[in-house]
């Protein structure tokens, strides 16, 4: 396809990756249309948005700084704190869309129930997608760009869902701490929103445990009264070897919090999802959090802790993460087997030209700014001016990128869509570079 020859384009979703998306599609000239299944921009960070799947709650900050966290091309208001919460975001992403004069494209309350191809030609210029939505119009687009999130479908555990015989919640569910004053309550979890939530509850809890199942490494939100993400992202440099990164930013905060373990957690094995916190040091400091390692089993209200303890509570908030939802699209088409998407440069499926799947990755930061990357990489594509590798080429790099993983993270359903975000721009930007090359 020659540039010039522009397309019809489908983005699902209208948070912040399906708006980014939207963005750089239709400024390359491009006709799109952003289905949205409620009635509100912003996805994730509208809280208590009317399409059910935020998981947003009344307390949440974003872990990154303003200006690690924003886009390229558009800043922050000059009043909002360092440090966003989910009203600055939502209002930032809102701005982003007038801004861009996206909000035109979106057709809200459009629940997308069905996308299916039209053609199994290897011909993109004959090959098309059918979108049908719930109110039963069907629509025949070039392109679609999945970009409904990850964060939606509760990874429910047994045991703590079944077992217990006191209130049983996941993360998803939690919008505020007002309903836990004077319970006793065990939070499972070891991530950003598991140790939100236990701060959150411990100050007016009667008893406040942590469950971490893994180690962990806690970031400080400041250093020296400097946004942490700030200083952290001078060293976040491609050109910066991966472990010296790794081993400056753990030193950085040992420095701050000390040893993890004397704090009650586990030793640090392999690589893992860091989460940042402000305050939650602190709180197990003054023992209104303590952390236990596991969970053995579960009688009644009765938990059985791996350090021979045990003792009554009357809620466990599970944390304990996601499962990637597709609803609307044949497993054929994305199949997707114990969480994990098998996609070139975690956008592609090879066998299926003109779907894209964006922001289904776990990246350890700057998360904006990966979408910004994966939006351009898909535009160049869909204005010809860039040409995907052959189907066999991006299996095999598929299954580099599996046993990289696996070899790296903890087998979990969060780490299967692993990302450290120098590295993965790096790639992205290299892939684009060659794909570029290949159309000349």
Known sequence: MAPGNYRNIAVIGAGAAGLCASKYLATAGMRVTIFEIGTQIGGL?????????????STLHIN??????RFRDLDFDE????????????????????HFDLVKLIRFKSKVIDVRPLSQSDARASFA???????GICEIFDAVVIASGHLTQPLHVAMYKDDF??????????????????KRVCVVGVGNSACDMATDICSTSRRCVLVARSGVLILPKLFCGIPFTDITRQIQRSWVPAWLRRRLIAWLSYLIHGSMTKLGFKPLGQRAHVTSNGTIITDIVYNRIEVKQGILKIDGQTLYFDDGTHEEFDVILAATGYLIDLPFISSEIIPLENNKLDLYKRIVQPDWPGLYLMGFFNTDTALNMVYEYQARWIRDIETGLAKLPK???MYADIQAKNRWVESHYKASARHTIEEEHVPYIAELKKSNRQMRRAVK
């Open 391 to 393: 189907a066999d080429a």
């Open 64 to 69: 990154t700084s303003r200006s690690v966290t």
């Open 79 to 98: 009043d909002v704190q360092s440090f966003p919460d989910h009203e600055d975001m939502h209002k930032y992403l809102v701005k982003y869309a007038e």
């Open 165 to 182: 015989s006191g209130h049983y919640l996941h993360g998803h569910e939690y919008k505020a701490p007002a309903p836990f004053v004077g």
């Open 129 to 135: 997608w059918e979108i049908e939505l719930g109110s």
């Open 45 to 57: 960070w509208c809280f208590m948005n009317d399409n059910r799947r935020s998981s947003a709650y």
